[in-house]
């Protein structure tokens, strides 16, 4: 994938906006530079997206997640939520499910973060048709590649077909699921990959110890 920098013009814009809002938020935490630089590259990263108008504000949602890992890092934010990040290449499908199974299932009880070694410009339509069968909404996710922040700051790291891309860090708690990748199936297709991936999830908020009904 190409990564090219949008219009200098918008993109000046876009910083800008977002720059603003995010520094308001994260005031005290970060640096207004840091949350310039930041915006400014999640823009970049997520140029070669398909979703246009909303790269803006995928942008923006890319920019506030990296600096909230950051800021975690930093100790400036507190927390004892585990935080789990979930790898595969195009981060389109299975991780996608699995952020979504995970999000839903443990709700505020997890950080939940995803990425891939070489993003896709959008979501496996599939794998929202599937979730949405199951009552969980990802039609809203959004492919985007993993970060130093977004690993850094991971305490358990799931990995789903990306190799040796994957990278590797020490402390961290690695898991590797083997998973058909949903790409190119349709749904009927998806579905059991869907529910392998829930019944993973499932596993694992159980050695986390984190209760499900």
């Known amino acids: 994938m190409t990564i090219t920098s949008p219009p200098a013009e918008d993109r000046r814009r876009v910083v800008a906006g977002a720059t603003e809002r995010l520094h308001t938020e994260f005031a005290g935490i970060v640096s207004r530079e ?4 930041f915006v400014d590259d999640s823009l970049v990263r997520l140029s070669a997206s ?18 909230r890992a950051v800021a975690r890092l930093e100790g400036a934010i507190l927390s004892d ?10 981060n389109a499908g299975r991780s996608q499910m699995a952020a979504g199974w995970l999000s839903h299932l443990a709700g505020d009880r997890v950080d939940v973060l995803s990425g891939g070694s070489t993003p896709a410009a959008e ?12 009552g969980i909404d990802i039609s809203d996710a959004y492919p985007r590649p993993w970060t130093d922040e977004t690993i850094g700051v991971a305490d358990v790291i799931v990995t789903m077909g990306c190799g040796d891309a994957c990278p590797v860090l020490p402390g961290k708690r690695y898991l590797d699921w083997e998973l058909e990748d ?6 009927s297709a998806v579905r059991p990959i869907r529910d392998e991936i ?3 999830v499932r596993d694992l ?8 009904g």
């Open 123 to 134: 979501v496996n339509a599939a794998a929202v048709a599937a979730m949405a069968e199951v």
């Open 81 to 90: 939520r585990p935080t789990v990040l979930f790898l595969c290449v195009h």
């Open 50 to 67: 398909r979703y246009d108008d909303f790269v803006p504000l995928l942008a923006e949602r890319f920019a506030r997640e990296r600096l």
């Open 182 to 187: 949903p790409a190119g199936r349709d749904v």
């Open 205 to 212: 908020l159980g050695d986390l110890g984190i209760a499900v």
């Open 198 to 200: 829930e019944r993973r």
């Open 34 to 37: 840091t949350v310039e630089r």
